[in-house]
């Protein structure tokens, strides 16, 4: 896998959590989402940290906040899109 830009780690993650709309592990995220085991432990606790998800039972969820953090990156990218694309 490539070196990602700093921060695009957790932005996959909330990514995919609401795309499978059900807890995961840390080992579920990392193979589904195709980030290292480590890369996905360090951010979901940043993750943790800011509210955008929570943990239950050994697994982990994506919160209403961890939606609209998603949905706000989103629209910077559609936003840099229409910068580069007019």
């Given at each position: 896998m490539?070196?990602?830009?700093?921060?695009?780690?957790?932005?996959?993650i909330l990514a995919y959590l609401r795309k499978k709309r059900e807890a995961k592990t840390i080992i579920e995220i990392s193979e589904g989402a195709n980030i290292p085991y480590n890369t996905v432990r360090d951010n979901i606790y940043k993750l943790m940290a800011l509210g955008a998800v929570t943990y239950a039972d050994g697994k982990y969820i994506?919160?209403?906040k961890g939606e609209q953090i998603l949905n706000e990156f989103i629209k910077q990218i559609e936003s840099l899109k229409e910068l580069v694309n007019p």
């Open positions: 490539s070196k990602e830009l700093k921060g695009i780690p957790m932005y996959k994506i919160t209403e």
